[in-house]
């Protein structure tokens, strides 16, 4: 999304409440703990902190990347990426919503991005971050999921399935993305997951999974979103 037309949004959302998810995560600068994501156990929760009628609430958060070299900075909506303490090119047009979770690849080359454009019951995307040439790109990674997925649910109104960013394998060779049928009144089997993993960073889906096979093979990656789904 331009950034102009990402900020003209976030101008008309509230900033007062924050949506805190039990869990904890290592990632912060300064050895403190984080908040796990909302969709993955190995994000860290992008928050604003709580503020009031007159104070908007702000975000200062560093992921600090499993090499200790790199560091993704999100000031508010803004994010840059710091490589050995010199800032790279590549994010000044791009922005993150305010409610994301971001989580590092092991070997610290890329990271993804999980972000709503709405809230908890928004439409959710994600992106990948990866430095190339001393430069930051970025690119969605659900575009074959959301199609594969629409094979599995109808709606009585056109409705974007939401994609979550998982677990990192094999490297930041693959990825592991979760689809879900939006929980809006609209879609008959709202909730709905299935699992694909993906490869970094064209997104081809090489190997996919029912909610069933996947909650058993992957929930303990999973976060809060999935919480009642795991024991069952």
Known sequence: MP???????LSSMNFLAVTIVPGLVFGAI??????AGIWSQDST???????????????RI????PDHQKIAKVNDV?????????????TENEGVGPLAELAWAPDSTVFFITESDG?????????????????????????????????HYKCMEPEEANVGGVKWWN????LLLVAEVPPHSSCPEMGKVRGYMVLIPSGEIVEEWDEKRL???????????????KGN
Request: aromatic share 12%; charged share 25%.
């Open 3 to 9: 950034f102009h037309n990402f900020m003209l949004k």
């Open 62 to 65: 560093d992921v600090l990347a």
């Open 215 to 229: 909650m058993a093979d992957w929930g303990q990656y999973l976060g809060e979103r999935f919480a009642r789904r």
């Open 78 to 90: 803004h994010i840059q990426v710091v490589v050995d303490g010199k800032s790279l090119l590549g």
């Open 119 to 151: 809230g908890i019951i928004g439409t959710w995307d994600t992106w990948v971050y990866w430095i190339e040439d001393g430069k930051v790109h970025r690119k969605s990674v659900t575009q074959e999921v959301t199609k594969r997925f629409k094979q």
């Open 30 to 35: 300064g050895g403190a703990t984080a908040t």
């Open 45 to 59: 929760l992008l928050s604003f902190t709580v503020g009031s009628p007159d104070i908007p609430g702000t975000r």
């Open 171 to 174: 490297g930041s060779k693959t």
